[in-house]
């Protein structure tokens, strides 16, 4: 009698297991699938812009989360990521800031026209910039674009 109870309790030990593991595939696919990565459309990648312009930083995200709190650009002199996949910032050149939604799904950012010599539209040189919302279901919460680069000159 033992016998069948240790049979039966591996049976149902396994069925919960693969209970489980089928539970963490669905898991992690609606995760990909919820968290759409927003996409760079202007400037393309490598422009050369002028110096001292404002030029319009397109965005599109299709997200949910990104009507519900925003989408944020990051403008830095390095294409370094942090542990988190976010553009590291750098000191004196660059900017971090949200972006203004504009349509259904676009989001737009123009730089403030500043004439001090480390602004980065006045400062000539290779940029990258990169777009993310905030979304807790993915790890970091921060759903990132790619990275784009973009010269001033």
């Known amino acids: 009698m033992e016998a069948g109870i240790s049979t039966r309790?591996?049976?149902?030990?396994?069925?919960?297991?693969?209970t489980l593991i089928a539970g963490g595939a669905l898991l992690a696919s609606a995760q990909a699938a919820s968290a759409a990565s927003p996409q760079l459309l202007a400037p393309g990648n490598g422009k050369t812009l002028a110096r001292g312009s404002q030029p319009l930083f397109k965005a599109r995200d299709t997200d949910p989360n990104s009507r519900r709190y925003s989408v944020y650009i990051t403008i830095s002199r390095s294409k370094k990521l942090d542990r988190r996949g976010d553009l590291k910032q750098t000191r004196g050149s660059g900017t971090f800031s949200s972006m203004r939604r504009k349509g259904k799904y676009g989001f737009v950012y123009k730089p403030e026209n500043y004439s001090f010599p480390t602004w980065f539209m006045q400062a000539p040189g290779t940029y990258y910039w990169q777009v993310f919302h905030i979304d807790c279901r993915v790890r970091g919460c921060h759903v990132h674009s790619k990275v784009r680069s973009f010269k001033v000159a």
């Open 9 to 18: 309790v591996r049976a149902l030990a396994l069925a919960l297991l693969a």
